[in-house]
């Protein structure tokens, strides 16, 4: 079997993986980063949305060994001790989650999406998050939410 080497929310790990497992099962199953869900295991609802150098992808379209040499955060790695990431806050300051199954996938999502359009508009945002998706909320709170934390993350709070 493959032996790799990945950082996850900072610590390293060296695991033994067989070729095909995913990175979404290498994270929940083997080092208990359980905060990534597992939604479809097809790349369809985004629920399982990580941060892979830098890079949202959805783990569950990854393999392990392909993250080797790889710094992936997971929603568990965003918070400094009690500090929640200004996105986490937003999500929740905006009630933007109803079951929450697709909120950590959201969360990721969405920071890269600010990432890439620190002043994102609400067509840019809901076209930024298309392949990530909520059964229950119709997305409006999460629109919100995600312009809310792109203004935190600026350090704006218009």
């Known amino acids: 079997m493959p032996r790799i080497t990945v950082?996850?929310?900072?610590?390293?790990?060296?695991?033994?993986v067989e070729p095909r497992l995913l990175l979404v099962h290498l994270l929940r199953d083997r080092l208990g980063r359980t905060g990534t869900p597992?939604?479809?295991?097809?790349?369809?609802?985004?629920a399982c949305t990580v941060m892979l150098d830098?890079?949202?992808?959805?783990?569950?379209?990854?393999?392990?060994v392909q993250a080797?040499?790889?710094?992936?955060?997971?929603?568990?790695?965003?918070?400094?001790g009690q500090e929640w990431h200004p996105?986490?806050?937003?999500?929740?300051?905006?009630?933007a989650l109803q079951c929450?199954?697709?909120?950590?996938?959201?969360?990721?999502?969405?920071?890269?999406?600010?990432?890439?359009?620190p002043d994102p508009s609400e067509e840019a945002v809901r076209r930024g998050?298309?392949?990530n998706l909520c059964?229950?909320?119709g997305y409006t709170n999460i629109v919100r939410a995600v312009r809310r934390g792109a203004q935190e993350m600026a350090g704006r709070h218009d």
Not at 7 to 16: F, G, L, Q, R
């Open 7 to 16: 950082t996850v929310d900072e610590i390293t790990y060296e695991e033994e």
């Open 38 to 46: 597992i939604g479809c295991d097809t790349g369809n609802c985004g």
């Open 87 to 95: 996105m986490q806050r937003a999500f929740h300051a905006e009630h």
């Open 135 to 137: 059964r229950c909320t």
């Open 68 to 80: 080797d040499g790889s710094e992936v955060v997971t929603v568990e790695g965003l918070s400094s």
């Open 100 to 117: 929450g199954y697709c909120t950590p996938g959201m969360i990721m999502a969405a920071i890269d999406l600010v990432r890439n359009d």
């Open 54 to 64: 830098g890079v949202s992808v959805k783990s569950c379209s990854v393999l392990a």
């Open 129 to 131: 998050l298309e392949g």
